[in-house]
Nanobody, 120 residues
């Protein structure tokens, strides 16, 4: 299983970016996806996440500015980031900790390689 992020880049404050994450391998499974980020010298933090029931949650720092959504293609997730601030600068990672492959939910821990977002 591989998680591949894309869409990072450099933008000015107030701008927008849309990150994508695609899960490849074991595509018969449904994956619950989460976005994390890690700024230089700081701990990795949760940015936005789906729950098993389809609900979403966000870090307080991005609430109202970021939106996590699922793509039409199975196991694709997006992170729409609006009104970006310099403090949003970080490496953004896609993660999955739960999946279901026709049976019960399984606990897993898959990470993408990250995509850099820089806001100036």
């Amino acid at each position: 299983v591989q998680l591949v992020e894309s869409g990072g880049g450099s933008v000015q404050a107030g701008g927008s970016l849309r990150l994508s994450c695609v899960v490849s391998g074991y595509t018969i499974c449904t994956y619950i996806m989460t976005w994390y980020r890690q700024a230089l010298g700081k701990e990795r933090e949760l940015v936005a996440a789906f729950a098993v029931d389809g609900s979403t949650r966000y870090a307080d720092s991005v609430q109202g500015r970021f939106t996590i959504s699922q793509g039409n293609a199975k196991n694709t997730v997006f992170l729409q980031m609006n009104s970006l601030k310099p403090e949003d600068t970080a490496m953004y990672y896609c993660n999955s900790e739960r999946r279901r492959c026709g049976g019960p939910w399984q606990t897993i821990n898959y990470w993408g390689q990250g995509t850099q977002v820089t806001v100036s």
